[in-house]
């Protein structure tokens, strides 16, 4: 992890941010500050930058987040409380890494997917969805960066796997009583293979299609967001988030299926 600290403290801006913890937030009061050490503070800074469509500031937030996460993992790591390696990745390192390859800070945006694998292949939380997605994010930036070699052979790991990510989401609607919403579906897997690993319009379309077949179901929007951010489009990004939201909260329960 020693390693890592070196790699995240070259994303502070050039500014000594740990010496000056009393940023202020991002809306509200300047009295509005965080504690040295409340990561929950912090990523809730991060959301609200995010949903401003601030993303330098977004970028700063989740460094620090990862940062103090990271650092009390080290502390504690049998007891780390929320925030677990699985929580680190997937609540704020992911949406990092991509910020940073959607602002074209390539080789920062990489080191921080890395760094998930090897804090993933570890984490017995961790299952193939979420290992697959940050594989997926990284093997996406290498085609960028002309490594199409190691892009492939990420690809190839995952290409008849991804479908079996959406198995649990199957079997409880199939099984579970109360019926639960549908949240995910091998289409929506393989259509996140697709963006990452072939043409991306046909990526688009696919989820397009989930989005008209399975109304309410939050997945489709949020690949395609994921896909928009890292390419830089983040005012598309933004509001396809939105459109999810809005699709989640306006379709009934019994819908969603």
Known sequence: ???????????????????????????????????????TCWSRFAEKA?????VEKEIK?????????????ERHPKIPGRWNRW?????????LARLLEGTHRWLEAEAIY?????????????????????????AHLLTKEGKQPE???????????????????LDAVKHDVP???????????????TLACEQSDDGISLLEAQVRAHP?????????ANYYTSEGDFRTALEIEKHGTSALMSTPNAARK
């Open 1 to 39: 992890m020693a390693e890592f600290a070196v790699i995240v403290s070259s994303l502070m801006f050039g500014l000594n941010v740990f010496g000056q913890m009393r940023t202020p937030a991002v809306t509200g009061t300047e009295n509005q500050t965080c504690n040295q050490d409340s990561i």
């Open 50 to 54: 995010h949903g401003a469509g601030d």
């Open 61 to 73: 937030f989740r460094t620090i987040v990862s940062q103090l996460a990271w650092e009390n993992w």
């Open 87 to 95: 929580a680190i990745v997937y609540e704020n390192d992911l949406p």
């Open 114 to 138: 890395r760094h998930n694998q090897s804090a993933l292949k570890h984490e017995r939380l961790a299952g193939n969805d979420i290992k697959s997605e940050n594989d997926l994010e990284l």
């Open 151 to 169: 892009a492939k052979s990420i690809c190839g790991h995952w290409k008849n796997k991804v479908k079996h990510n959406a198995d649990f989401a």
């Open 179 to 193: 019926v639960p919403p549908l949240y995910d579906t091998p289409e929506v897997e393989v259509a996140t293979w």
């Open 216 to 224: 309410g179901m939050l997945a489709p929007f949020t690949a395609m």
